[in-house]
């Protein structure tokens, strides 16, 4: 029996190293919540093999959007976004999965919902370019950035 231990564990260790288990940040936006699709988003998150691995729903402060968005400060929409993402309840997520980042952003679809492809969450529920029902990290950087806006550690149970 002993000597089956080492070749399995050995197996366990070369698995960890070839799987990329990454976190990603999700937002669930008020057009979703508005609309009551909190379960429905959430049945595509888990069907794509994502684990919501923490979540809240919150109203998002006026303060809270502007430096989530603080990268878009100069585009002509910003003042337009701040003030739908603080227009009624969102939901707030940590994704987990196998290349969450990118995977969440092809389940997403793109922003604009016109140029979504077919199946994913935009296409499905997205109401405009703007009102585009989720928000998902751009790059594993940004993904810890934006979790540590809204999550401590101890709020993410893996
Ligand atoms: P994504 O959310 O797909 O990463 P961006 O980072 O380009 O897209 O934009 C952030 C958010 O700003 C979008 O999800 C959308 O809510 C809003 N937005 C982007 N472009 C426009 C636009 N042309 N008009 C209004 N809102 C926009």
Redesign the pocket.
């Known amino acids: 029996a002993a000597a089956g231990i080492l070749p399995l564990r050995h197996a366990f260790f070369l698995t960890d190293l070839t799987m990329a288990i990454e976190r990603t940040f999700s937002i669930l936006?008020p057009d979703a919540t508005e609309r009551n699709l909190t379960g429905a988003i959430n049945a595509v998150i888990e069907e794509a093999g994502l684990r919501i691995v923490a979540q809240r729903r919150i109203r998002m402060t006026d303060a809270q959007a502007k430096t989530f968005?603080e990268?878009?400060a100069e585009?002509p929409?910003y003042g337009?976004?701040v003030s739908?993402m603080t227009s009624g309840p969102v939901v707030v997520q940590v994704l987990e999965g196998e290349n969450a980042v990118a995977k969440y952003r092809e389940v997403?679809g793109?922003?604009?919902p016109a140029q979504a492809a077919e199946g994913t969450i935009r296409k499905r529920f997205a109401k405009?370019?703007?009102?585009?029902s989720v928000?998902?990290s751009?790059s594993p950087e940004n993904a810890k950035i934006e979790i540590a806006q809204f999550f401590t550690d101890s709020d993410i149970v893996g």
């Open positions: 936006k968005y990268v878009h585009r929409f337009e976004l739908f997403m793109a922003t604009n405009s370019v703007g009102e585009n928000h998902g751009d």
